[in-house]
């Protein structure tokens, strides 16, 4: 059998889908441009995600139409998972390799479907982690992803500990976290380990409180900056990026200004913005002081035109591709850099100091 496998979404859904390949591969079948199957990890996230994947589907069949096509992930019709069998994620095109440790969240933030999707928090054995890394030769840099990977069953940091332990990787980064997930624990095991790499990805959402609590987040913006100044006074080279969304009902200007001022203060590298979008079932669907599609594109552009703040120490860059007549890679804290490609050099897949 030929198949193909289209990848919407999160970090998550890609490590799925790098499974899934993995199985198939290993029972004999093979990739290809003109398959008999075709596979879609799906996002339902916001409106626009759910319409992109029924886009790519008719699209499909009127390209494939003798192939079978099969929507999975998070898509109300498709939230079954395809059967694994192989652990390995065989990822020829890139240099990290993604490795689902866990699954489901309970928190039901009022913006999010997800939950309703993937189910209650399960953690993968730590052992399956191990052994999933082991047998990854190639890699240079493993990426734990999850839907919340900080309700990993007995820590974060034990599991690091494990992975630390047990397996030779050379960097070992994790996925998106909430930013009340780093503890102490976790601050204190980056601070004295060099093969962690010193970035995190916070889904922090908005800077107002009033907004947060309406989200359901249980958090306050004084309580990540704490978190954010212990990390920085104790881990060596930190870099923080961020997710924010834009447009949550009810939120006004002085709201939004809030969010753009705790970017500024943090300090991160990098932002990820998301247009607020209703979601069945979800608290927020139905809540008063729904923002128009207008304002929320003004309030997205203007989080991105925000000048990023970008650390400048010299640190180990591990090379993934080259374009254009120059290599891009990325350093331990997750800053893309690039450099001129000399004559007959290959860097792909190398860390250079």
Same mark, same amino acid.
């Given at each position: 059998?030929?198949?193909?496998?289209?990848?919407?979404?999160?970090?998550?859904?890609?490590?799925?889908?790098?499974?899934?390949?993995?199985?198939?591969?290993?029972?004999?079948?093979?990739?290809?441009?003109?398959?008999?199957?075709?596979?879609?990890? /799906?996002?339902?996230?916001?409106?626009?995600?759910?319409?992109?994947?029924?886009?790519?589907?008719?699209?499909?069949?009127?390209?494939?139409?003798?192939?079978?096509?099969?929507?999975?992930?998070?898509?109300?019709?498709?939230?079954?998972?395809? *059967?694994?069998?192989?652990?390995?994620?065989?990822?020829?095109?890139?240099?990290?390799?993604?490795?689902?440790?866990?699954?489901?969240?309970?928190?039901?933030?009022?913006?999010?479907?997800?939950?309703?999707?993937?189910?209650? *928090?399960?953690?993968?054995?730590?052992?399956?982690?191990?052994?999933?890394?082991?047998?990854?030769?190639?890699?240079?840099?493993?990426?734990?992803?999850?839907?919340?990977?900080? +309700?990993?069953?007995?820590?974060?940091?034990?599991?690091?500990?494990?992975?630390?332990?047990?397996?030779?990787?050379?960097?070992?980064?994790?996925?998106?976290?909430?930013?009340?997930?780093?503890?102490?624990?976790?601050?204190? +095991?980056?601070?004295?380990?060099?093969?962690?790499?010193?970035?995190?990805?916070?889904?922090?959402?908005?800077?107002?409180?009033?907004?947060?609590?309406?989200?359901?987040?249980?958090?306050?913006?004084?309580?990540?900056?704490?978190?954010?100044?212990?990390?920085?006074?104790?881990?060596?080279?930190?870099?923080?990026?961020?997710?924010?969304?834009?447009?949550?009902?009810?939120?006004?200007?002085?709201?939004?200004?809030?969010?753009?001022?705790?970017?500024?203060?943090?300090?991160?590298?990098?932002?990820?913005?998301?247009?607020?979008?209703?979601?069945?079932?979800?608290? /927020?669907?139905?809540?008063?002081?729904?923002? *128009?599609?207008?304002?929320?594109? /003004?309030?997205?552009?203007?989080?991105?035109?925000?000048?990023?703040?970008?650390?400048?120490?010299?640190?180990?860059?591990?090379?993934?591709?080259?374009?254009?007549?120059?290599?891009?890679?990325?350093?331990?804290?997750?800053?893309?850099?690039?450099?001129?490609?000399?004559?007959?050099?290959? +860097?792909?897949?190398?860390?250079?100091?």
């Amino acid at each position: 059998m030929h198949f193909k496998v289209i990848t919407f979404g999160c970090k998550l859904n890609q490590a799925e889908s790098d499974q899934i390949s993995a199985d198939l591969i290993s029972r004999g079948h093979s990739l290809s441009n003109n398959p008999n199957l075709i596979i879609i990890n /799906a996002c339902a996230v916001t409106y626009k995600a759910v319409r992109e994947v029924r886009q790519k589907v008719a699209q499909l069949k009127r390209k494939f139409p003798r192939a079978k096509v099969k929507v999975i992930g998070c898509l109300e019709q498709g939230r079954k998972k395809f *059967p694994l069998k192989n652990p390995i994620a065989i990822t020829p095109a890139r240099t990290r390799a993604l490795i689902e440790i866990q699954d489901g969240c309970n928190n039901f933030c009022a913006y999010c479907i997800v939950p309703f999707m993937r189910g209650k *928090p399960k953690s993968i054995p730590a052992n399956k982690i191990i052994q999933q890394i082991n047998q990854l030769k190639d890699f240079k840099e493993i990426v734990l992803t999850g839907v919340n990977i900080g +309700l990993y069953k007995n820590g974060l940091d034990n599991l690091l500990k494990k992975i630390l332990k047990q397996t030779n990787i050379p960097r070992i980064r994790l996925g998106s976290l909430w930013p009340t997930h780093i503890n102490n624990k976790l601050i204190n +095991l980056y601070s004295k380990n060099s093969r962690l790499c010193p970035h995190f990805h916070l889904s922090i959402q908005s800077g107002s409180n009033k907004i947060l609590k309406s989200m359901g987040r249980n958090y306050t913006t004084a309580r990540i900056k704490h978190i954010t100044q212990q990390c920085r006074a104790k881990i060596k080279n930190i870099n923080f990026t961020c997710d924010i969304i834009v447009g949550f009902p009810g939120e006004t200007d002085k709201d939004f200004q809030k969010s753009c001022q705790l970017i500024k203060d943090i300090g991160f590298s990098k932002v990820h913005v998301f247009r607020y979008s209703k979601r069945p079932r979800t608290k /927020a669907e139905k809540m008063p002081d729904q923002i *128009p599609e207008e304002t929320k594109q /003004a309030r997205s552009q203007q989080l991105i035109r925000i000048k990023p703040t970008m650390p400048t120490k010299k640190l180990p860059i591990l090379w993934e591709d080259k374009k254009h007549g120059y290599w891009y890679g990325f350093t331990t804290n997750y800053i893309r850099v690039k450099r001129k490609v000399k004559k007959e050099e290959n +860097l792909k897949n190398t860390i250079t100091s």
